[in-house]
């Protein structure tokens, strides 16, 4: 099962930050905190991933807590196009990731 | 970029008939992976596939399903004697590494059994 814990629905204005928080407080200190999403019934996309440092690409940003049992992704400047099903993956790299239910991501006009 | 590419998008077949689904990973990668998706349902694991063997299975993955990877490029995805519960989006996905990088997925096909 997931160990990650995620609200199931969001909204965000379009051309806001979108957060989307995450809980997983089980998180082992060899496990990194993965994100994919997954536009209509596309094949889930890798976002950005991170194991202590707050991490930043092209896409999105990752911020995870000191203690590591949370972490937030920030979409910075939503688009209609960011509306999707986010996940939050716990994962050691090796062997499967395993999808929880997600986050479903409305952004709005 | 390189993309992990599946056939056929769609494909409805028959209660009892036999599917195959195909995938072309990324030419570099080593580790390969089917995942399905029932409407309405979240993605869920069925294989990996690492050096020409089954690394993992999960217990959807029974013995009407097996995984081949014929030649070089193609890895595929059997169904021996398809049933209605079949139906669902199958995602094929590889990675390059066993300790790290991300999974890269295909597209998906459609699979709908009737």
């Known amino acids: 099962d997931a160990k990650t814990t995620q609200p199931p629905s969001m909204d965000c204005a379009e051309g806001r930050a979108a957060n989307l928080p995450c809980n997983h407080s089980?998180?082992?200190?060899?496990?990194?905190v993965y994100w994919y999403r997954q536009i209509h019934s596309q094949g889930p996309q890798y976002i950005i991933h991170?194991?202590?440092n707050n991490e930043t690409n092209e896409m999105a940003s990752l911020i995870i807590t000191e203690d590591r049992k949370s972490s937030t992704l920030i979409l910075p400047h939503a688009t209609l196009r960011d509306t999707a099903v986010y996940y939050c993956i716990v994962y050691n790299q090796g062997g499967k990731l395993i999808f929880g239910q997600g986050t479903e991501l409305s952004v709005k006009p | 970029e390189p993309e992990v590419t599946q056939t056929p998008s769609h494909q409805v077949t028959q209660m009892g008939q036999e599917v195959i689904l195909r995938c072309v990973p990324i030419s570099n990668h080593l580790y390969f992976y089917w995942y399905r998706q029932i409407l309405g349902q979240k993605v869920e694991f069925l294989v990996s596939?690492?050096?020409?063997?089954?690394?993992?299975k999960s217990e959807i993955f029974d013995d009407q399903f097996s995984v081949e990877r014929p030649d070089g490029s193609n890895f595929t995805l059997k169904i021996r004697s398809t049933k209605l519960e079949d139906s669902a989006m199958y995602f094929c996905a590889s990675k390059s590494s066993g300790s790290g990088g991300e999974l890269f997925f295909g597209e998906g096909s459609r699979l709908t059994v009737l």
């Open positions: 991170g194991l202590k």
């Open positions: 596939f690492y050096n020409n063997e089954i690394s993992e």
């Open positions: 089980t998180i082992s200190g060899n496990e990194y």
